[in-house]
């Protein structure tokens, strides 16, 4: 069953953005119909696209979202939009030997999603960048794993 996916890409130094590509890659070979979004560009109203969401980001600084992503995050916790109606999954990036920020870009924008609303489908993905796995293999096989949660969810509203 066909779905319309967003992937929302919040990136400091582009290894989201490729991440993303990998996700987009494998979810239309699958036939769903996906857009990549950078953060950058977004506010609250991109939730008003039909649709599943992904939120793909790396964390930057003190355990912060990427500058691209600040202005986005920062308007949703302002706006505090009803997101009940928006259903995501988070593929977080980060680096383990920061273990007291590690992959908390993903993390603030999962707890940010679920205080306004939002359901998350699946586990949260926390890509370790101190890790064996190239970031694009693992997101694209969590992007794969993560659609295969989303026919049940159709099926059950249907």
């Given at each position: 069953?066909?779905?319309?996916?967003?992937?929302?890409v919040?990136?400091?130094t582009?290894t989201?953005d490729?991440v993303a590509e990998?996700m987009?890659?494998?979810?239309?070979?699958?036939?769903?119909?996906?857009?990549?979004?950078p953060?950058d560009?977004?506010?609250?109203s991109?939730?008003g696209?039909?649709g599943f969401f992904?939120i793909?980001?790396s964390?930057?600084?003190?355990?912060?979202?990427p500058?691209?992503?600040?202005?986005?995050?920062e308007?949703?916790?302002?706006?505090r939009?009803?997101l009940?109606?928006?259903?995501?999954?988070?593929?977080?990036?980060?680096?383990?030997?920061?273990?007291?920020t590690?992959?908390?870009?993903?993390k603030?924008?999962?707890e940010?999603?679920?205080?306004?609303?939002a359901?998350r489908?699946?586990?949260r993905?926390?890509?370790?960048a101190?890790?064996?796995?190239?970031?694009?293999?693992e997101g694209?096989?969590?992007?794969?794993?993560?659609?295969?949660?989303?026919?049940p969810l159709?099926?059950?509203?249907e």
């Amino acid at each position: 069953m066909q779905q319309q996916i967003s992937i929302l890409v919040g990136s400091m130094t582009g290894t989201a953005d490729m991440v993303a590509e990998e996700m987009k890659a494998v979810l239309a070979a699958a036939g769903d119909a996906v857009d990549i979004l950078p953060m950058d560009k977004l506010d609250a109203s991109v939730f008003g696209r039909p649709g599943f969401f992904i939120i793909c980001t790396s964390t930057y600084g003190q355990g912060d979202v990427p500058d691209n992503a600040r202005d986005f995050f920062e308007g949703l916790k302002q706006a505090r939009p009803d997101l009940s109606q928006v259903r995501y999954g988070i593929f977080g990036l980060g680096d383990s030997t920061y273990f007291d920020t590690y992959s908390h870009g993903g993390k603030q924008f999962d707890e940010l999603l679920s205080a306004l609303g939002a359901k998350r489908i699946g586990r949260r993905f926390e890509h370790n960048a101190s890790g064996d796995g190239l970031p694009e293999e693992e997101g694209a096989a969590w992007a794969q794993e993560w659609a295969g949660q989303l026919d049940p969810l159709l099926a059950a509203a249907e």
